[in-house]
């Protein structure tokens, strides 16, 4: 049994509960989380490993970081579409992270407002709130095709006066309305971010 540690650097708190290697543990905050959170587990050996689901209160992107902030670790959900960043969550797809995958491995579930990652060792991991906007809005029925056909991210960047390679859909949800006989699609639910893509950072290197 160790002790998994992490602190919140903003106001320089350390919390520590025991765990045991091999298991999952799921850490929740009743208030307000900090923008910066460390993980580590304390005289953990190096094959010791334990998959961390940390539940966060707000819409921003988590950004998992090792290397004490040095490494910025994509999501195994995420892809890079033409330079861009892009979240997925394709049906059937198990993204979650075991102990079988690199350190600071990880899957963010947006649904769920979850992010899973494994903590290996004494390595430290670095969770950081990404600065961006999330902006959600409805549009009439149409497939996913359809939508990314119709240039409408394109349109919403133009709007906004921001690079098109800060403005990242995050979901496409279709609503359906339910009936006795039959049940249609009344139009779709779009999740778009804008802000910047996961990057190192430096400040985190000297925390």
């Not at 240039?151 to 960047?157: R, V, Y």
């Amino acid at each position: 049994m160790h002790y998994i540690s992490f602190s919140l650097l903003a106001i320089l708190t350390l919390i520590s509960p025991f765990i045991l290697p091999g298991y999952n543990v799921s850490v929740y905050f009743s208030s307000t989380q900090p923008d910066v959170l460390r993980f580590f587990m304390l005289d953990a050996a190096d094959d010791e490993c334990v998959v961390v689901a940390f539940y966060y209160l707000n819409p921003n992107r988590i950004d998992v970081y090792t290397g004490n902030g040095i490494a910025n670790v994509w999501p195994k959900n995420s892809v890079n579409d033409n330079g861009m960043f892009k979240l997925l969550n394709d049906p059937g797809v198990n993204y979650m992270p075991s102990c079988s995958d690199p350190v600071g491995s990880n899957y963010i579930d947006r649904d769920a407002r979850l992010i899973y990652f494994t903590l290996k060792g004494t390595n430290k991991i670095i969770l950081k709130r990404a600065n961006v906007v999330i902006v959600s809005f409805g549009l009439p029925a149409m497939s996913e095709d359809e939508f990314f056909a119709s240039n409408i991210i394109e349109n919403l960047a133009g709007m906004l006066n921001v690079p098109l390679n800060k403005v990242r859909v995050v979901s496409v949800v279709a609503e359906t309305s339910s009936g006795r006989k039959r049940r249609s699609t009344d139009g779709v639910t779009v999740v778009v971010e804008i802000g910047e893509e996961p990057t190192a950072s430096k400040l985190l290197v000297t925390l």
